[in-house]
């Protein structure tokens, strides 16, 4: 049985900031960044809605699996 994690919002909020802070910034980026966020923002939110009565309503557990899965997907080597 896979063991639940839950992070909070600030937690994930550095999870990604940590991330995004490997790339370099260039003039313009912003742009970028911003339509990304938003895509990903409205994906991300479909998947919770979808998945997370399967979850127990606890949209923070199907985040913190999505970042196990993601974390797998993208393993350092």
Not at 3 to 31: A, C, F, M, Y
């Amino acid at each position: 049985m896979a063991t639940k994690i839950i992070i909070s919002e600030k937690q994930l909020k550095r999870i990604v900031s940590n991330h995004l802070q490997e790339h370099s910034w260039r003039p313009g980026d912003d742009d970028k960044w911003n339509l990304l966020e938003k895509d990903l923002r409205f994906v991300v939110d479909k998947i919770i809605d979808k998945h997370k009565s399967k979850w127990g309503d606890d949209q923070y557990a199907v985040i913190s699996a999505m970042e196990e899965i993601f974390h797998g997907m993208f393993a350092k080597v």
